[in-house]
């Protein structure tokens, strides 16, 4: 069956720390895999995507997520992190198919500290 | 401008009564989607669509329908055999099935 985990519910970094949210996905074929980004009462906005090639995207507003192919992982990353990137962070995954259907985490809530 | 719209984004109704919750897309987007968004769950799939005429259940399909006479407009309708329909809800659409989707607003919908 399709999943998507995202082991980390609420996260609190630093202004100006790294940050790692962690994804690790179930699917029984190639995926598509994607991070969105929320802030609260809104709609979702894409941040990046992995579909093939290079296992290391970037995304915007600075953000890079690395495909592991061996860990089923797809971990976001940005060196920096900004109190504008206080939100909810989804992880979701489909696949090749235009039959697929997109399957998304629980999601992780990153707070930043001043 | 290219987007989702979803309206109306707040709507309040008395327990028993159904209500549809209506979704806009002028993106030429093949599949539409709805998901219901609850506090710590994520995102769940209620129905998909990747084509006019044509619809799936989602993961938690029990209590509401869809209709996609065309291609621009995916509506939901919650009934009253949604246990506990007070939640945000979601539409999203994207170019074909399993691509990356773009979401409207939502709509938050609150049963009394």
């Known amino acids: 069956a399709q999943s998507v985990t995202q082991p980390d519910i609420h996260i609190t970094v630093s202004e100006g720390a790294s940050l790692e949210l962690r994804c690790n996905y179930s699917?029984?074929?190639?995926?598509?895999l994607f991070w969105y980004v929320q802030s609260p009462g809104q709609g979702l906005q894409l941040l990046l995507k992995y579909f093939s090639g290079d296992t290391l995207v970037q995304g915007i507003k600075g953000f890079e997520a690395e495909f592991k192919r061996s860990q089923s992982s797809f971990n976001l990353r940005k060196p920096s992190v900004h109190w504008s990137d206080a939100a909810e962070y989804f992880c979701?995954?489909?696949?090749?198919?235009?039959?697929?259907?997109?399957?998304f985490g629980s999601g992780t809530r990153l707070s930043i500290r001043p | 401008d290219g987007g989702i719209t979803q309206s109306p984004k707040y709507l309040f109704r008395k327990e028993g009564q159904n209500v549809t919750l209506s979704c806009e897309q002028n993106l030429n987007h093949d599949a539409m989607y709805w998901y219901r968004q609850d506090p710590g769950q994520g995102l769940r799939l209620i129905y998909y669509s990747q084509i006019v005429n044509d619809f799936q259940k989602g993961d938690i399909a029990e209590g509401y329908s869809v209709s996609r006479e065309k291609k621009e407009s995916f509506p939901l309708t919650v009934t009253s055999a949604q246990k506990n329909p007070t939640a945000f809800y979601l539409c999203?659409?994207?170019?074909?099935?399993?691509?990356?989707?773009?979401f409207g607003q939502g709509t938050r919908l609150t049963v009394v």
């Open positions: 999203a659409s994207s170019m074909e099935g399993g691509t990356e989707a773009f």
């Open positions: 979701a995954v489909s696949g090749y198919s235009s039959a697929s259907k997109i399957i």
């Open positions: 699917y029984g074929a190639t995926p598509y």
